[in-house]
């Protein structure tokens, strides 16, 4: 049998196999569906076998597509292994993908990379802002911060600063609720069930035991406008909270836990120029101001 598959089209083979949707596959690659569907299509005939059952709940991996699995990421390990390699012998120019939570990209990191960008104006830095956590071993992104350590093999982390939180309320809620005390009477604007186990969820209910949660979000800037509306207190990274008008940081007898932020990027990158220029600037930034 002669193969005459390409790269990209075992691209979106894996592409489809990890989100099981045709769009969703399209969405992650930056392609359209059409596009992703004549590449399949092209590849399975290259194959000479059906590697996914069009199914009403998307698209299943058949046993020839379970077979060529393993060696398809193989591939993909391999020319992301030989991009990493372009991209860390390059100079100061080019693009740096950086990836984090929305709130930190808004408000820590933008200004940050608007003074790089001034100071290396043939440097493009891309932003990715999402909860989901990317992997920097299939390049998704060259460089990352998250609040919890990396667990991907060869990644080079580094504790990049620790973030405090406050308690916040807006002065129309207050006066009409009075203080806190123990929370009787007052609403709650908490993090969504899927961030529950978050520290300062369980912190704000131990402190205030009698309030009611009254709101969930699973966006900071969110909780931050409802909280300036008038809708309760909420725990909100000060660098949030100290920025939003019409809110007051609250006195609860404490302050609530703070969170580390991890910068980490795969080892093939440690020589890139470009993300250790971004890098140190994110470190200087957050090492020359109380965040």
Known sequence: MKLKAEWND??????????GSLSEAARSLGQSQPTMGRRLQALEQALSHTLFQRTADGYVLTSEGEAILPHAQEIEEQA????????GAAALHGMVRVSTTEWFGAHVLSPVFAQVRAAHPELVIELLTETRLVSLARREADLGFRFREFDEADVVQTRAT???????ASPDYLTRHGAPDEGGGHTLVTMDTAYGDLADVPWLA???????????ANSRDVQARLCAAGAGIAVLPRVVGDAMPGLTLLDLGAAPPGRVVWAGYHKDLQRSLP??????????ALG???V
């Open 206 to 216: 131990a402190r205030l035991p009698r309030a009611a949660v009254g709101l969930r």
């Open 288 to 290: 020359s101001r109380p």
């Open 10 to 19: 075992y691209r979106v083979f894996l592409a489809i196999a990890r989100h």
């Open 162 to 168: 620790e973030l405090g939180f406050g308690a916040y």
């Open 80 to 87: 992301v292994a030989i991009e990493r390699k372009l991209a």
């Open 275 to 284: 993300i250790r220029t971004v890098l140190s600037a994110v470190r200087a």
